[in-house]
């Protein structure tokens, strides 16, 4: 891959940090500020369209990191972004189409949307535009409207700033950390390339609570923190073969043709912005571009001064709120997957803590399928090109599982969607889901059928951890994903379903059987322990030939 001085790109850059070893170096104290600090005082710049800041990976595998123009200028030549967390990758892809939005280049119809599909509708425009904006509306750190921050926060910033452990929502959790804070206050910085990344994850993604900031300079709800635009939901991405084709099928006709304005910076003169003394309503945005780079956080970064050619990095960091949006359904939920709650009402597709993401694929299929709006409307009548291998795009779907202020881990999953196959895959998913449920509760009710043997008289309070002993679920979810992601991937090639389905129950089966074993081979060899084991092996089966069964699991066909 060349940029436009025909530079040969380098090879890869040092891979993105993980999570540990962030944490690692922060409790050890085995990196210096001293180490990054220059003896030249300068206030640094750092522009993400020229700096090397998205980890990518090239069709043939290799990975670098790439600016924001050559990711554009690359993007049929890129396979996939490669970012440490799905957060940071899907913040990536929104903050690129609010870029190509800003610029003009989204399609003006559906009808449009599916030519630039087809025929790969270039993005150097986009680049080129992104090119010729002026330098000062890019600048992470310029001092009166540093890049998606808000500058209104520098008269407090020496009195409530941190470490930049706060900016990153993996390791901050509850913008607490320990007790006495000590964890945040540690002066390890952060380069700025993961700084811009964690920047952009923070806007979209930040949890709801109290920021560690006060609200006495610029008003009391600087304090409070809203939950982030995606935080809560499940947001889908469309992936195709490269990063020309996921941006192209994610971008859309914009509501009444306009694109709306970019957020470059609270401070620039795009859109009148909130006030903090109270709590306002929320604003209906003005666009995609509008919407795809809004500020759902007030932050401010302090680089690091820095020699000429040396990295720049982020030492002290401040977080208050940000920007309150009032979605439209109709305009600002494309890729929204409606589902049902106990009540009755209806949300967007939500992140459990109970159910992994492939347990609900049959709800993205069935949007695919059914849904006339939005993104899946859009997809159910492409035709792809035929050429490549593999299917033609994966529905890529992220959560952020969050326990209230503190963030847990992140939920996701790929599925393999052609819009040939739509109503195989919507009948595969269900089908495997329901399959997989049934398994799940066979083995509870095994677990119960021993419990009662070896317990007959046990408190109320104990038969939890009691039955825990016995209960095979915690094995048998974790090892049914590859078998359903078999599943899908057979059925997307074109694969017959109901024989796919047979082959994906019998080994559901046979693992849930293997699984529930070893949890019995704890019991003794006595009267009772034997006892329970026959039970609980006999209820097993008795539930897998029952007549309610799923008819793959008695080795019939569900036709």
């Known amino acids: 891959m060349r ?8 090879p890869m850059l ?6 540990f070893t962030h944490v690692a170096l922060y409790e050890s104290g085995s990196e210096n500020l001293s180490d990054v600090v220059s003896s030249v005082e300068r206030h640094p710049s750092w522009d993400p369209r020229y700096e090397p800041c998205v980890p990518v990976v090239s069709l043939e595998g290799s990975t670098t990191q790439a600016s924001l123009v050559e990711v554009l200028r690359w993007a049929e030549e890129l396979s996939a972004l490669f970012c440490p967390t799905p957060g940071e990758g899907v913040a990536l892809v929104e903050y690129l189409l609010g870029i190509c939005f800003a610029s003009g280049t989204f399609p003006s119809s559906t009808d449009e949307w599916r030519n630039w599909v087809a025929e790969k509708h270039p993005l150097d425009g986009v680049a080129e535009w992104l090119a010729g904006q002026p330098a000062d509306a890019w600048d992470l750190f310029h001092r009166e409207h540093p890049l998606a921050q808000n500058a209104e926060l520098r008269g407090q910033f020496d009195e409530d700033s941190t470490g930049p452990a706060q900016l990153v929502l993996e390791r901050v959790g509850d913008y607490s950390q320990f007790f006495d804070h000590h964890h945040l206050e540690h002066p390890v910085p952060l380069p700025a390339a993961e700084a811009f990344r964690a920047l952009l994850a923070q ?5 709801s609570g109290r920021a560690r900031i006060s609200g006495k300079t610029l008003g009391p709800t600087l304090t409070n923190l809203a939950a982030g635009r995606l935080q809560g939901r499940i947001k889908v991405v469309v992936q195709g073969r490269t990063v020309g084709d996921t941006l192209r099928l994610n971008l859309y006709p914009a509501a009444g043709g306009e694109a709306g304005h970019f957020n470059h910076s609270w401070t620039a003169k795009e859109n009148p912005r909130r006030e903090f003394e109270t709590k306002p309503s929320g604003r209906r945005t003005s666009g995609p571009a509008d919407l795809h780079s809004y500020l759902g956080r007030s ?12 990295p720049v990095h982020v030492d002290r960091v401040l977080i208050g709120a940000g920007e309150l949006l009032d979605l439209d359904p109709e305009r600002d939920l494309e890729d929204a997957v409606l589902g049902t709650m106990l009540n009755g009402h209806r949300k967007p597709l939500w992140p459990s803590p109970t159910r992994a993401l492939w347990r609900e694929a049959h709800a993205l299929y069935s949007a695919a399928t059914r849904e006339t709006k939005g993104v899946f409307g859009r997809l159910r009548n492409l035709s792809f090109p035929q050429d490549g291998e593999g299917p033609p795009c994966v529905l890529w779907a992220v959560g952020l599982l969050a326990d209230k202020t503190l963030a847990s ?7 393999p969607y052609a819009p040939s196959q739509g109503e195989a895959l919507c009948t595969a998913s269900r089908r495997g889901s329901e399959i997989a449920e049934y398994v799940a509760r066979a083995l509870e009710r095994a677990a119960y059928a021993a ?5 007959p008289n046990p408190r109320p309070t104990d038969r939890g951890a009691q039955m825990a002993r016995f209960d095979a679920r915690q094995e048998f979810w974790p090892a049914a994903e590859d078998p359903f992601r078999w599943l899908l991937d057979a059925t997307v090639r074109g694969d017959d379903v109901p024989l796919a389905l047979l082959d994906y129950a019998a080994e559901l089966r046979l693992k849930a059987a293997d699984f529930l074993k070893h949890r019995l081979d704890a019991l ?15 209820r097993f089966g008795q539930d897998m030939a029952a007549a309610k069964a799923p008819a793959e699991l008695r080795g019939e066909t569900y036709l």
């Open 14 to 19: 040092a891979a993105t940090v993980s999570l």
């Open 451 to 455: 419990w009662k043997i070896v317990y």
């Open 299 to 310: 932050v401010l970064l302090r680089p690091v001064p820095a020699a000429p050619g040396e």
């Open 524 to 538: 003794p060899h006595d009267e009772k322990g034997l006892l329970a084991r026959a039970r609980a092996e006999h």
């Open 3 to 10: 940029d436009s001085s025909n530079r040969v790109c380098a």
């Open 203 to 207: 806007h979209v993604y930040g949890l």
């Open 409 to 415: 881990t992140w939920t996701e999953g790929h599925f």
